[in-house]
């Protein structure tokens, strides 16, 4: 599976962006897909992730509530949508896929094998 992120940008705090993984190669319904973020000397973190279905979500505690994550498998992408955005929101983020039957979440790193080339997210105060 190769994965296309974009969506990244500028925006003030408060505001609301739309990240967006398109995938492409092999199927991508069997996939479970995550979201991470990366700042220079941290270490890339969970954000949020979806299974296969998308019956089933999960969020990093710092994001709940303002970002929602979603797919469509018929159109092979999947969508993290941000709102309220903070300062502490910038990152370099990334989306990532996984062969995972289970209809549920991955929220471990280094479980995921394919991965996006990262979109850059800045929020200014």
């Known amino acids: 599976v190769q994965l296309q992120a974009s969506g990244g940008g500028l925006v003030q705090a408060g505001g609301s962006l739309t990240l967006s993984c398109a995938a492409s190669g092999r199927p991508f319904s069997a996939h479970a897909v995550g979201w991470f973020r990366q700042v220079p000397g941290k270490e890339r973190e969970f954000v949020a992730g979806i299974s296969w279905s998308g019956s089933a979500t999960d969020y990093a505690d710092s994001v709940k509530g303002r970002f929602t994550i979603s797919r469509d498998n018929a159109n092979d992408t999947a969508t993290l949508q941000m709102n309220s955005l903070k300062p502490e929101d910038t990152a370099v983020y990334y989306c990532?896929?996984?062969?995972?039957?289970?209809?549920?979440?991955?929220?471990?790193?280094?479980?995921?094998?394919?991965w996006g080339q990262g979109t850059q997210v800045t929020v200014s105060s």
């Open positions: 990532a896929a996984l062969l995972w039957r289970r209809d549920s979440v991955v929220t471990s790193r280094g479980l995921y094998n394919y």
